[in-house]
């Protein structure tokens, strides 16, 4: 069975630190790995996703997430916080071939000034 | 840029109203989904539609139906509406998973009361 963890619920960073939000997953085959962000009253926005290839895979905001097969982690990484990246934060994976795709429990980030 | 339409932001209805949340997306996407979110449970998949007229149960489909008459239109409806579905709910829409797997387009959720 597929299953996303997102094992903290709150993260807190100074703005300009790197920041790390954590993700491991469980998944038959190999994994399509995504990570969106959500504004309050807002939906989820897409930020990235690893499909194949390169480990380190780029997206919006200057955010990027780095895939470990060994580890089965897909973490999201920034080189320098902001406060306006303050908000809450979700993995998602989906196997081959799958429909669905499951979703992590969020992890909410804050950045102070 | 694909949008995605929820047709209320907030909604407040009575214990066993019958219940309807509409979805629309503009960028003719084969799958449709309705999720609920929870604090602390993150998103929950009801039902999802991959094409007019065929739709798949979720992980969470008990007191949900749903409909898909249109290709642009997927219909949430709580058949007799209970305080344990008061939640935010989130529809989506997505090309199908072979092509490219491309990610879930979000609407901004409709917060449902129920009293």
């Known amino acids: 069975a597929q299953s996303v963890a997102q094992p903290e619920d709150q993260v807190n960073v100074a703005e300009g630190n790197p920041l790390t939000v954590k993700c491991t997953y469980s998944v038959s085959g190999n994994p399509y790995l995504f990570w969106y962000v959500q504004y309050p009253n807002r939906g989820l926005q897409f930020l990235l996703k690893y499909i194949t290839g390169d480990n380190l895979v780029k997206g919006s905001y200057g955010f990027e997430a780095e895939f470990n097969k060994s580890q089965t982690s897909f973490h999201l990484k920034k080189p320098s916080a902001l406060v306006s990246d303050s908000a809450l934060y979700f993995c998602?994976?989906?196997?081959?071939?799958?429909?669905?795709?499951?979703f992590g429990a969020g992890t909410r980030l804050f950045v102070k000034a | 840029d694909v949008k995605v339409t929820q047709s209320s932001r907030y909604l407040v209805k009575r214990t066993g109203e019958k219940v309807f949340l509409e979805c629309v997306q503009d960028m003719d996407h084969e799958n449709m989904f309705w999720y609920r979110q929870d604090p602390g449970l993150g998103l929950r998949l009801i039902y999802f539609?991959?094409?007019?007229?065929?739709?798949e149960k979720g992980d969470i489909p008990e007191g949900y139906s749903v409909s898909r008459e249109k290709k642009e239109r997927f219909s949430l409806i709580l058949e007799s509406a209970s305080t344990n579905q008061t939640s935010m709910y989130l529809c989506?829409?997505?090309?199908?998973?072979?092509?490219?797997?491309?990610?879930?387009?979000f609407g901004d959720g409709t917060r449902l009361s129920i009293l």
């Open positions: 989506a829409s997505s090309l199908p998973a072979g092509e490219g797997n491309q990610p879930q387009h």
């Open positions: 539609s991959y094409d007019v007229k065929m739709k």
């Open positions: 998602a994976v989906r196997g081959t071939g799958g429909f669905k795709t499951i």
